[in-house]
Nanobody, 125 residues
């Protein structure tokens, strides 16, 4: 089993920044992807960004390119999401998730096996 614990959400004004963290514990895998999804009220869960553990490949949704950065610290089994120039449209619950079967990134959330509890990000003045 894998446990994912997110932290770092909160309330921020438009144009501000937040950094989310996702610490993983439990089973280890030889190849996997860690992703950050978000879900706003009334909307589907969407992949915001993801990173492969072995090759360092990344994915960014068009809506966050140039504003969000994903990174990882292998020694700490932690993935980070740095969010800059936040907009009200970024308001959502953010979840980290693990696809434990692949070393390439898929955007469909059904391919992700483990999920964190989610952390609320609210962008509002």
């Amino acid at each position: 089993q894998v446990q994912l614990v997110e932290s770092g959400g909160g309330l921020v004004q438009p144009g501000g920044s937040l950094r989310l963290s996702c610490a993983a514990s439990g089973r280890t895998f030889s190849r996997y992807v860690m992703g950050w999804f978000r879900q706003a009220p009334g909307k589907e869960r969407e992949l915001v960004t993801a990173i492969t553990w072995s090759g360092g490949s990344t994915y960014y949704a068009d809506s966050v390119k140039g504003r969000f950065t994903v990174s990882r610290d292998n020694a700490k089994n932690t993935v980070y999401l740095q969010m800059n120039r936040l907009k009200p449209d970024d308001t959502a619950v953010y979840y980290c998730a693990v696809d434990a079967h692949r070393d390439f990134i898929l955007t469909d959330p059904t391919f992700y096996d483990y999920w964190g509890q989610g952390t609320q990000v609210t962008v509002s003045s």
